[in-house]
């Protein structure tokens, strides 16, 4: 009896702190899969790491040795110049010598990268009045971008996502869950298809360098905002029409992330992953609520029927896949 009665209440435990419980176990799948990466990634690319750094010490040896005259600190100071040069875009190579990373349709390029914060880090302010510039910019460009993507979504979901799944629902009388879901794996399908498999294709044909593999993984790197800038697409010798390129790659990169947005909202409507979110979101208490309605008894009923109201109308506007009805249909209800 004592077992049963543990056992009870232990369950009893378990369900009134299922939220608390549901989020230690997600901080700690988190940080396992943070450690999974961590050993996947240094048993791969240690390897390679040093047979790269056996390479370069070979190269500089043999550098040496035919050229006597030359010290190898004299060496070492040339090649930590050239190298910090390299990390602000500058190339001391003779076939990169024609391309240069703040004309025009470069810093369009290096704008859209920092708002969009993907960041290939390619290119880098060398003044202190540009950096202190991109700070200010950034301050104030980023929030605008955020603004101004949500704002794009908001209105290019409406069609692409909520009136479809009605107009299979009440046309056709199909479930409206079912036809959420098949509607965010066909709408996947399609951004995959054209925003990563015809680009990657395009790009390793424009690419002297790419192939499709790495193609695919430029698209993926920049339009999920990662930007390791290990691969930038124009920078290549002698790069044709790279004005132009650089324009479209900037247009690619804003659709591409505006479609990623698309798609990630659509998913999160999914009436199942909502239901798979809220395990791990806080609970309202209703205590909380009790003495937040009796520190406002003070408003009149009228105000309080007014913010009900208008409470209503957010959450209906809010609510995935609801249309909201007319004036006229709700005044014949009241009528009748």
């Given at each position: 009896m004592l077992q049963s009665l543990a056992g009870s209440s232990c369950v009893r435990l378990v369900e009134?702190?299922?939220?608390?419980?549901?989020?230690?176990?997600?901080?700690?799948?988190?940080?396992?899969?943070?450690?999974?990466?961590?050993v996947v990634f240094?048993?791969?690319?240690?390897?390679?790491?040093?047979?790269?750094?056996?390479?370069?010490?070979?190269?500089?040896?043999?550098?040496?040795?035919?050229?006597?005259?030359?010290?190898?600190?004299?060496?070492?100071?040339?090649?930590?110049?050239?190298?910090?040069?390299?990390?602000?875009?500058?190339?001391?190579?003779s076939n990169a010598s024609g391309n240069w990373n703040w004309?025009?349709?470069?810093?369009l390029f290096f704008a859209s990268t920092v708002l969009s914060t993907t960041g290939y880090g390619h290119t880098v302010p060398l003044s202190d009045g540009g950096k202190a510039f991109c700070i200010i910019y950034s301050v104030i460009g980023i929030p605008f971008t955020l603004l101004f993507l949500t704002a794009v979504v908001q209105?290019?979901?409406?069609?692409?996502?909520?009136?479809?799944?009605?107009?299979?629902?009440?046309?056709?009388?199909?479930?409206?869950?079912?036809?959420?879901?098949?509607?965010?794996?066909?709408?996947?399908?399609?951004?995959?298809?054209?925003?990563?498999?015809?680009?990657?294709?395009?790009?390793?044909v424009l690419e002297d360098d790419w192939n499709f593999l790495e193609s695919f993984y430029f698209c993926f790197i920049s339009l999920s905002t990662i930007g390791l800038g290990d691969y930038v697409p124009g920078e290549g010798y002698n790069q044709k029409f790279r004005e132009l390129y650089k324009i479209g790659i900037t247009c690619y990169l804003l659709l591409g992330l505006i479609a990623m947005l698309v798609v990630l909202e659509t998913f999160c409507e999914l009436h199942e992953l909502k239901k798979f979110r809220k395990l791990f979101y806080v609970k309202k208490d209703?205590?909380?609520?009790?003495?937040?309605?009796?520190?406002?008894?003070?408003?009149?009923?009228?105000?309080?029927?007014d913010q009900a109201a208008s409470m209503k109308d957010d959450q209906k506007a809010n609510e995935p896949f609801v249309t909201s009805q007319s004036p006229t249909s709700n005044d014949s209800s009241l009528n009748n």
């Open positions: 009134q702190h299922r939220s608390a419980w549901c989020f230690a176990l997600l901080v700690l799948g988190y940080l396992l899969y943070l450690v999974f990466g961590a240094s048993s791969v690319e240690l390897p390679y790491e040093d047979l790269l750094r056996q390479e370069l010490g070979k190269v500089k040896q043999r550098f040496l040795e035919e050229h006597a005259c030359l010290s190898e600190q004299q060496l070492e100071q040339f090649l930590m110049r050239v190298l910090e040069a390299s990390n602000y875009g500058v190339s001391v190579l004309d025009f349709t470069s810093s209105r290019i979901i409406v069609y692409v996502t909520r009136r479809p799944v009605l107009y299979f629902h009440i046309r056709w009388g199909f479930s409206k869950q079912v036809v959420a879901i098949i509607h965010a794996i066909t709408l996947g399908f399609i951004t995959v298809s054209c925003f990563f498999l015809i680009p990657a294709a395009i790009f390793s209703k205590e909380e609520d009790q003495v937040h309605i009796m520190e406002h008894d003070q408003l009149s009923f009228s105000s309080i029927s």
